[in-house]
Structures are given as structure tokens and as C-alpha cells.
């Protein structure tokens, strides 16, 4: 069974820049695209970025995606931290017949 | 603008059946590539996939749920209902409803409702 693993947690000051892994169990995302979803407390997930690397209009540059060159695993990289970005962060893809989701990372601005 | 909203029951008794609906609007579930598909998040715990179904009635299932779920749809009322069966629970958890975006080559989820608890207590 495909499955994407994510570290449990990571902190990063205000102004730093973080990244956020997603490996893929089969070793490749070569032809599966990686969205990333933000969770704030209390709230439905929102879209950061979407099909590896594309973001949503209204959501800030500082948030960027990439697939790395041997497609095992994704990252979301979010710089210029704001204590607003903390939250639970979710990547997701697709292995041809079902949804996946990683575990969750909680990302704390400190 | 694209809503959905998820409703059905905050509680149900072990080895009942949850039914919930996601009444959605903004959008046809008619129209080429559009889906809908169901989310789960137990208390302080990751999103699992449940399932989704395409405009063309096409239905996908979690592998280890598959066998106690049903989704279907009513493109006339602009509803999704999702079915499970023989709650337990540890099948406690906020249910999300999300629009399958059509445009996508392969499926993601934008935007989402705010979710419903469903609890399983006797």
C-alpha cells in the first residue's frame, strides 16, 4: 500500500523558513502529483498548494512546493514565518484508484 | 461561490448506520470532471479518505472501509449522501464534505465544508 510520511512536528521562529517533507512508501511521486493542505485549530482544511508546486491565488508566496529530483519525496517550504502560519499541515496524492493522505505536520512558529 | 456544508447526526449507537449529506452549491455535479468526496478526521488525528464520486456516477472507496460505505448522489438537489455501516467507536471524528476539483489531473480537494462530529456512544 502506497502511504506518505511526514514528520510529526517542526518549529521555526517568525522570519525563518521551514520545509516540510512528504515520502512517498513506494519511493516515487515521479507520477503522482502532492497537494498541501493548512488546518488551523477548529477549522476545515485550506489548499497551500496544489499538482507539486502551484499555489492558489490568495494564498502568499512565502508558500512554495517541489518535488525533489528523484521524485521520492515533496516539500512544502514556507518562508518569512508568521506566528499566523502555525498550524497542522497535510500533504496528499494519488496512486491511481485512491486518496492518501500524510500523517500531519504540526508546524509551530515560535 | 463554491459552498458545501455537511449535515446528519452529532450521535449514534454502536453498530448503527451513520447517514450524512453534503449539500453543496456553487457548482454541478453534473458538469465534466466535478466530484465529491468525503473526508474523516478523528479527534487530534490525521485526514483518512473515504470516498468520492464523479459526475459521471463514477464511485471510488477507502480499500479498508470499502465494505461499509456507500456514496451516491443527487445531482437534482445538488446533494452527496454518504452511507457507513456498524458504527464503532472508533469512528469518532469530524466528517468533511469536498469538491473534487474538475480541472485537476488527478483528484484533490478545494474547497472543503466546516465539517460535522459525529460521536458513537451507546
Known amino acids: 500500500n502506497f502511504m506518505l510520511t511526514q514528520p510529526h512536528s517542526v518549529s521555526e521562529s517568525p522570519g525563518k523558513t521551514v520545509t516540510i517533507s512528504c515520502t512517498g512508501s513506494s519511493g516515487s511521486l515521479a507520477n503522482n502529483y502532492v497537494q498541501w493542505y493548512q488546518q488551523r485549530p477548529g477549522s476545515a482544511p485550506t489548499t497551500v498548494i496544489y499538482e507539486d508546486n502551484q499555489r492558489p491565488s490568495g494564498v502568499p508566496d512565502r508558500f512554495s512546493g517541489s518535488v525533489d529530483s528523484s521524485s521520492t519525496s515533496a516539500s512544502l517550504i514556507i518562508s518569512g514565518l508568521k506566528t499566523e502560519d502555525e498550524a497542522d499541515y497535510y500533504c496528499q496524492s494519488y496512486d491511481g484508484s485512491n486518496v492518501l493522505f500524510g500523517g500531519g505536520t504540526k508546524l509551530t512558529v515560535l | 461561490q463554491i459552498t458545501l456544508k455537511e449535515s446528519g447526526p452529532t450521535l449514534v449507537k454502536p453498530k448503527q448506520t451513520l447517514t450524512l449529506t453534503c449539500t453543496f452549491s456553487?457548482?454541478?455535479?453534473?458538469?465534466?470532471?466535478?466530484?465529491v468526496g468525503w473526508i474523516r478526521q478523528p479527534p487530534g488525528k490525521a485526514l483518512e479518505w473515504l470516498a468520492l464520486?464523479?459526475?459521471?456516477?463514477?464511485?471510488r472507496y477507502s480499500p479498508s472501509l470499502k465494505s461499509r460505505l456507500t456514496i451516491t448522489k443527487d445531482t437534482s438537489k445538488n446533494e452527496v449522501v454518504l452511507t457507513m455501516t456498524n458504527m464503532d467507536p472508533v469512528d469518532i471524528g469530524t466528517y468533511y464534505c469536498?469538491?473534487?476539483?474538475?480541472?485537476?489531473?488527478?483528484?484533490?480537494?478545494?474547497?472543503w465544508g466546516q465539517g460535522t462530529l459525529v460521536t458513537v456512544s451507546s
Open positions: 464520486i464523479y459526475w459521471d456516477d463514477d464511485k
Open positions: 469536498a469538491r473534487r476539483v474538475p480541472t485537476a489531473h488527478q483528484p484533490w480537494f478545494d474547497p
Open positions: 456553487g457548482f454541478s455535479l453534473s458538469s465534466s470532471g466535478v466530484g
